[in-house]
Each structure stands twice: as C-alpha cells, then as structure tokens.
C-alpha cells in the first residue's frame, strides 16, 4: 500500500539508492538474467511511478483517488480474493448481491423480489452487458415473430462515452449516431423519430456526459419514445448510462425523475470507482426485472447451496472493490453520501462562478448536475493562446486540468474540463483559482502567438 516501507534486505546495510541495481539501468523490455533484492525492485517501481504525478491534483479523472483508513485497511486484508470464487468466498458473493439490490433500491426498482444485477469490473463492463441484454431482448422477440435479426442498431448521442463505441464495434451493432450541435449538446430527444425503426435495440441516455457533466433528460427522451410508439408502435427501451449520475442524483437532486420511475428504463449502470467512492476497479449494473436480462445471458451455477445467477465478461476480478463498496454503503448510509456529493457540486460551482469572473472564459455547464464543468474560450477574446496552452501551464504547477475537442460535429469546439471528486477540497480549489489566475495574466500578457508543437488531440474519457 501507498505508506508500506521498503525493507532493506540486504545483510550489510548498504544505503538505498546506492545498492547494485540501483545504480544500474535496469531492464526496460526484456527479463533480466538474475534476481533483485526485493526492496530494491520495490524503490525502482516505486520511484518510476512516482512520475505520474499527484493523483490527487489530476482533476481530469472521474476515479476516486481518495478513501479513509479503514478502508485502506480492509482493501490491504482482503486484495486476495477473487470476485467470481463465490463457492469459496460466499459471504463476498452474499455482499455483492446485497450491494446491487441497495443500488436497485436506491433507483426505485418497482418489485425487489424480481430484479436482477451484477458487479463488474467498472461502468464499460456493465455498459456492455446492458447493451448486450437490449440486443438479447430484441434477438428473441424478432425470431418469436419470424423476423430478420440481421441488422440491429442503438441510437445514441455523439458525445457518448468511448465505451459504446467499443459497444457498438465489439458486437456488431450499427451505432445510430445522433449529432451534437451548439442548441444540442446532448440527446435530448429531438428528431429521435429519426433514427429508431424496427431494428433499434434500445436508446443510451447518459447521466452525466463525459465531455460536459450534463444530464441527458430521460424523461423527455422516454416521453419522445412513447410519441414514436404510439405512432408507428415500437416499444424502444432505455439504458441509462450513469456512471457518474446514478450516485449523485439519488442523493442531490431526488426529485430528477431518471431511474426506473422512469417505465421505459430497462437497466442502469454506474461506476462504483467513481462517485462510488471506491478505488478503481468496480462497476454495477441493475435490471428493472428478469424480463429485460433474457436467461439466455445468464449462467446458472449452484452456489451458497441455492441457484446463483452469473453474468460478467471477465472470470477473475478483485472481490475486495466490492467489499469496499459495501463498507461505503455502511459507513456513508445516504446522510454521508448527500454529505460528499453535496460538498463536491459546492466547490464545483465555487469554481464555475469564479472561472466565469476570469474574463476569457465561457462556462458550457456549472457542475450543478454531476460535480463536473466545462468551459471554452470566447470567441476571438485571446488569439495569442489556447486552451490547450493553459493546461500546460497548469500541467507546470501540478494539476492536470485537461483541454479536448468536443464530440464529432463540433471537433473545432475545444472544452477544458474540472471534475470534482471527494478530496478536492474548498481550501485547495482556492488554490487552483490562484494558479488559474496567475497563468491566465501571464498568457494574456503575451504579445504574439504562444509557439506550440502541434499538438494531437488527447481526450481523457
Ligand atoms: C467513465 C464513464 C464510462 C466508463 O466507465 P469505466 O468505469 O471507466 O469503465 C462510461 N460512461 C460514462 C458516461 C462515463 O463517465
């Protein structure tokens, strides 16, 4: 763990540092002939992974980077159990059930007694097995009817997370691209009529879009889908997305109708890593009812002496993210949680408004949705430097505050980007504002161009 000391092994006390491997270089891409003391491995991986900088300070990441010591203490007592050895660890199979029904429960699923769910290995996995069920569900209802099953498709925004493109590509689902423009951000639901048709599998809504923050309206996206059936009697169900959302509005905004309040919301997944609130990697995933997971995706394994339930991509997977997940769930309840989440939309906002103040800048959203906001330059307000060249200089102070284009259609559109996780605290964001002010005098100050390598663009999803 992060505060583990390295033992020095070697019998004649050798300073560190100055130990055979150490001052060597040491093999980069191929198996060195002999052994290593174990402490010097320790100091050279250690020290080489020092050069990713302060986890802490990268405000790019939706992970968490921060849990309290008990957990650090339960994560460094249970690291050697394997999630998907249920018939030897069943008390963590047992809490992993309980973790999905408690997310099941949280999102208002109409009967507990028939619902299904899983842990996975973050949000991508469960995005996957949410759009594989809607691909199952729709397989099985066209054979029934005798209909061709040759070409399904999924609609969704542009502006989705990297994810469902893999979704898309992996298995083989023509992906029905709904465009982002500047009245359209998101999917929102307009001409939706567009793009679904008898082949469509299902609609994605994101809570929380990756570029933005923003919330995909469900509700109005699921009120378009009940126009389209009543005209022309397609029944198209919902995935949501919320891999940062399902654990923010259940405590900060419960009136946001999104979940399965929602009829037409066929599953839910979410990052347990992210607003989760436990180190990467576990993700969650929850169906309305057994109907949406059609059986013929679940594997049936007689465990705990009854009839458990698998479904995964992976096999082998840590089991102890799910125990941490678990210890949050007890130790926060929903108090601590709304405590968190509320505490992270209040410093996001601090600094969208004092960001906003800065002069130069155009907020796009406030963090008053998921603690996320981004922003863009004004239009022709300082053509001597770019978004791009304040990361840098921020890059210079330690934080890592990303600038990227925005989705397809609006690729010339450049975004940066602050995500709030827990342990950004008002006190540091304070000091980001300083940083943020003083390298913005000193671009502004510039009397020509910033020179710049050209530079690729580099998204961090
Ligand atoms: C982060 C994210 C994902 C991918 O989640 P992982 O847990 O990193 O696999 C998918 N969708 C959205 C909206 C995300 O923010």
Redesign the pocket.
């Known amino acids: 763990m992060e505060n583990a000391m390295a033992v020095n092994n070697d019998p004649i006390e050798v300073p560190v540092f100055t130990q055979s491997g150490e001052k060597t270089l040491l093999p980069r891409n191929e198996f060195a002939d002999g052994l290593l003391p174990a402490a010097t491995a320790y100091q050279i991986v250690h020290d080489q992974a020092m050069l990713d900088g302060n986890a802490r300070l990268n405000l790019a990441t939706?992970?968490t980077t921060y849990m309290d010591k008990e957990a650090k203490l339960l994560y460094a007592q249970t690291v050697d159990k394997n999630m998907i050895d249920k018939d030897e660890y069943p008390a963590t199979a047992a809490i992993e059930d309980r973790c999905w029904r408690m997310l099941g429960n949280l999102w208002h699923v109409p009967n507990p007694e028939d619902t299904i769910g899983t842990s996975t290995i973050?949000?991508?996995?469960a995005?996957m097995l949410g759009g594989l069920a809607l691909k199952r569900h729709w397989q099985e209802k066209r054979k029934a009817e005798g209909k061709s099953i040759e070409k399904p498709n999924i609609v969704l925004s542009t502006a989705v997370?990297v994810?469902w493109e893999k979704f898309t590509n992996y298995f083989e689902v023509e992906p029905r691209w709904v465009p982002v423009d500047k009245e359209h951000l998101w999917l929102d639901g307009h001409d939706l009529e567009k793009y679904v048709d008898e082949n469509t599998i299902g609609v994605v809504a994101?809570m929380?879009?990756?570029f933005t923050g923003a919330y995909e309206p469900v509700k109005e996206i699921s009120a378009k889908l009940d126009e389209i059936q009543e005209k022309t009697g397609l029944d198209v169900k919902i995935h949501v997305?919320g891999?940062?959302g399902a654990f923010i509005a259940p405590f900060c905004q419960p009136e946001l109708e999104w979940d399965f309040r929602v009829p037409r919301v066929a599953s839910i997944s979410t990052?347990g890593?992210?607003f989760g609130l436990v180190y990467p990697?576990v993700?969650w995933v929850v169906w309305r009812d057994n109907e949406r997971l059609p059986d013929s995706m679940v594997f049936h394994c007689a465990y705990l002496g009854g009839d458990l339930p698998t479904l995964a991509l992976n096999f082998s997977r840590p089991g102890a993210q799910v125990l941490l997940q678990y210890y949050q769930f007890l130790r926060l309840g929903r108090e601590g949680y709304r405590a968190i989440q509320q505490n992270c939309l209040d410093v996001a906002q601090y600094l969208s408004s004092a960001i906003a103040e800065m002069g130069p800048f155009e907020l796009v959203t406030k963090g008053d949705t998921i603690p996320v906001f981004a922003w863009t330059l004004k239009e022709g307000a300082s053509p001597n430097w770019t978004l791009y060249d304040l990361e840098d200089r921020l890059r210079m102070k330690g934080w890592q505050v990303p600038a990227y284009p925005m989705a397809d259609d609006l690729g010339d559109m450049t975004l940066q980007r602050i995500v709030v996780r827990n342990g950004l605290s008002h006190d540091l964001a304070t000091l980001l504002l300083n940083d943020m002010k003083t390298e913005v005098a000193f671009l502004e100050k510039l009397d020509g161009p910033m020179p710049h390598e050209e530079r690729t663009a580099s998204f961090h999803?």
């Open positions: 939706f992970v973050g949000s991508s996995e995005c997370q994810c994101i929380g879009q990756t997305d891999a940062s990052s890593h992210k990697g993700g999803h």
